[in-house]
C-alpha cells in the first residue's frame, strides 16, 4: 500500500496520453490553442505502460486515462487492453469530452473499460458551441448514449460550473431521475495562467479563471434545491457513501427522490479535500505531479527512456514523499488543464 508523508493512501494514478484535443473550450485554452508537444516528447504507450506496470507494483491499483482528449490518440482501444492484462489493474477509467465516444464505446468496454466520465458543461447547443469554439452538442450526446448503450457503469457527466456561463442545471437534474446517470458539479478551479514566476495573471472569461467567475458548491446546491422543489421533483437528499455511485474521488452526493440517478458536487475551492487526496498525476510528456495545483514535477520520461524500473519505482517513492499536505488556495500554474489532464 502506497502512503505519503501524512498518512494518505494513495491509489490512484490519473494519465494524460495527449495533450491534444478537438474542442478548444474557452475557460480551459486559448481560442488558438496551447503549443502541442513533439511526438518525440510524448510518452509513448509502451511507455506508459511500463510506468504503469511499476506504479501498480508500488500500490496504484486505480488508474484513470485522461488529455487533452484521450479519443484523439490512435490506438487508444488497444492501449486500453494492454494495460488490463499488463498491470492486474483493479480498475481503469476514461475521462473524455464524449464527441468521438460513439465510435469507440463498445470497443473500450471490449478491451476491459468499466467506468467513464463525460464532460459536458451545458445542454444549450447554441451555447455549447460557443463555449467550445466550434463543437456539436449532438455530437457529445450521441457519445453519452453509446456509452450507456455498450455497459459502462457508473457513466458520470461533469459540469464545470462557470458563472460566465449559461447552464441549467435543473435540465441535468432532470437526467438523473428515469436513468442512473450520475452528474457531478464541480467548481471552476484556477489552473492555467500563472506567469514564469509562478504569480497569477488570470483574466475574466474567455481566457482565465476569476474569482467572479467561481461558483461555491453550496450555491449549487442550493440552486437546485430550490428549482427541484419548484419543479416537481421533490426533496433533494444526502446519499450515504454506500449508495453513492462507486467513485475513486471527493464528490459529495445527493438525489432527487425516486431517481435512478444522483447528484454530485466536487467542492476543491470551498470544500477543501486535500485530506482525503488520493492521487499522483502523469502528464503526457512524462511528468510525475503531486497535486494539481502545484507546478512541482518529476522527470518520469528521463527514468523511462535512461533508466531500470528501480529507478522508475524511486520516483514514485519520491513523489510520495514530496506530495504536500494542501494546495494553500494557490491561483494559477504554469500549465493549463489541458496540459496536466485534470
Same mark, same amino acid.
Given at each position: 500500500?502506497?502512503?505519503?508523508?501524512?498518512?494518505?493512501?494513495?491509489?490512484?494514478?490519473?494519465?494524460?496520453?495527449?495533450?491534444?484535443?478537438?474542442?478548444?473550450?474557452?475557460?480551459?485554452?486559448?481560442?488558438?490553442?496551447?503549443?502541442?508537444?513533439?511526438?518525440?516528447?510524448?510518452?509513448?504507450?509502451?511507455?506508459?505502460?511500463?510506468?504503469?506496470?511499476?506504479?501498480?507494483?508500488?500500490?496504484?491499483?486505480?488508474?484513470?486515462?485522461?488529455?487533452?482528449?484521450?479519443?484523439?490518440?490512435?490506438?487508444?482501444?488497444?492501449?486500453?487492453?494492454?494495460?488490463?492484462?499488463?498491470?492486474?489493474?483493479?480498475?481503469?477509467?476514461?475521462?473524455?469530452?464524449?464527441?468521438?465516444?460513439?465510435?469507440?464505446?463498445?470497443?473500450?468496454?471490449?478491451?476491459?473499460?468499466?467506468?467513464?466520465?463525460?464532460?459536458?458543461?451545458?445542454?444549450?447547443?447554441?451555447?455549447?458551441?460557443?463555449?467550445?469554439?466550434?463543437?456539436?452538442?449532438? %455530437? @457529445?450526446?450521441? !457519445?453519452? /448514449?453509446?456509452?450507456? &448503450? $455498450?455497459?459502462?457503469?457508473?457513466?458520470?457527466?461533469?459540469?464545470? +460550473?462557470?458563472?460566465?456561463?449559461?447552464?441549467?442545471?435543473?435540465?441535468?437534474?432532470?437526467?438523473?431521475?428515469?436513468?442512473?446517470?450520475?452528474?457531478?458539479?464541480?467548481?471552476?478551479?484556477?489552473?492555467? %495562467? @500563472?506567469?514564469? !514566476?509562478? /504569480?497569477?495573471?488570470? &483574466? $475574466?472569461?474567455?481566457?482565465?479563471?476569476?474569482?467572479?467567475?467561481? +461558483?461555491?458548491?453550496?450555491?449549487?446546491?442550493?440552486?437546485?434545491?430550490?428549482?427541484?422543489?419548484?419543479?416537481?421533483?421533490?426533496?433533494?437528499?444526502?446519499?450515504?457513501?454506500?449508495?453513492?455511485?462507486?467513485?475513486?474521488?471527493?464528490?459529495?452526493?445527493?438525489?432527487?427522490? $425516486?431517481?435512478?440517478?444522483?447528484?454530485?458536487?466536487?467542492?476543491?475551492?470551498?470544500?477543501?479535500?486535500?485530506?482525503?487526496?488520493?492521487?499522483?498525476?502523469?502528464?503526457?510528456?512524462?511528468?510525475?505531479?503531486?497535486?494539481?495545483?502545484?507546478?512541482?514535477?518529476?522527470?518520469?520520461?528521463?527514468?523511462?527512456?535512461?533508466?531500470?524500473?528501480?529507478?522508475?519505482?524511486?520516483?514514485?517513492?519520491?513523489?510520495?514523499?514530496?506530495?504536500?499536505?494542501?494546495?494553500?488556495?494557490?491561483?494559477?500554474?504554469?500549465?493549463?488543464?489541458?496540459?496536466?489532464?485534470?
Amino acid at each position: 500500500m502506497a502512503t505519503d508523508g501524512f498518512g494518505r493512501r494513495i491509489d490512484y494514478l490519473r494519465i494524460s496520453v495527449t495533450d491534444r484535443c478537438n474542442l478548444r473550450c474557452r475557460y480551459c485554452m486559448p481560442a488558438d490553442g496551447v503549443e502541442w508537444k513533439s511526438p518525440i516528447e510524448v510518452l509513448s504507450f509502451e511507455e506508459i505502460e511500463r510506468f504503469a506496470g511499476v506504479a501498480v507494483g508500488e500500490g496504484i491499483g486505480k488508474i484513470r486515462l485522461t488529455g487533452g482528449e484521450p479519443l484523439v490518440r490512435k490506438g487508444l482501444v488497444d492501449h486500453v487492453r494492454r494495460l488490463r492484462e499488463i498491470t492486474g489493474l483493479e480498475a481503469i477509467a476514461l475521462t473524455t469530452n464524449g464527441t468521438l465516444l460513439s465510435r469507440y464505446a463498445e470497443q473500450l468496454v471490449e478491451a476491459g473499460l468499466r467506468r467513464i466520465n463525460i464532460s459536458l458543461d451545458t445542454l444549450d447547443p447554441d451555447v455549447y458551441a460557443e463555449v467550445t469554439r466550434g463543437g456539436k452538442l449532438s %455530437d @457529445a450526446l450521441a !457519445g453519452l /448514449e453509446a456509452a450507456v &448503450a $455498450a455497459g459502462l457503469d457508473p457513466v458520470k457527466i461533469n459540469v464545470v +460550473v462557470v458563472r460566465g456561463l449559461e447552464q441549467d442545471i435543473l435540465g441535468f437534474a432532470r437526467m438523473t431521475i428515469e436513468r442512473p446517470l450520475h452528474v457531478r458539479f464541480i467548481e471552476y478551479m484556477p489552473v492555467g %495562467d @500563472a506567469d514564469e !514566476g509562478g /504569480e497569477t495573471s488570470c &483574466a $475574466a472569461l474567455p481566457g482565465g479563471w476569476t474569482h467572479a467567475d467561481h +461558483v461555491p458548491s453550496d450555491e449549487t446546491l442550493e440552486r437546485l434545491a430550490a428549482e427541484g422543489a419548484a419543479a416537481g421533483l421533490g426533496e433533494l437528499v444526502p446519499v450515504s457513501k454506500d449508495d453513492a455511485p462507486g467513485g475513486w474521488g471527493p464528490a459529495r452526493y445527493y438525489r432527487f427522490e $425516486a431517481a435512478l440517478g444522483t447528484l454530485g458536487v466536487i467542492s476543491p475551492l470551498s470544500h477543501h479535500f486535500c485530506a482525503e487526496c488520493n492521487r499522483l498525476r502523469l502528464t503526457a510528456d512524462g511528468k510525475l505531479r503531486m497535486c494539481l495545483f502545484s507546478d512541482e514535477e518529476l522527470d518520469v520520461r528521463g527514468a523511462l527512456r535512461e533508466g531500470t524500473d528501480e529507478d522508475v519505482r524511486a520516483l514514485i517513492r519520491r513523489a510520495l514523499a514530496m506530495k504536500p499536505e494542501n494546495h494553500h488556495d494557490r491561483i494559477g500554474t504554469l500549465r493549463r488543464m489541458s496540459q496536466i489532464g485534470g
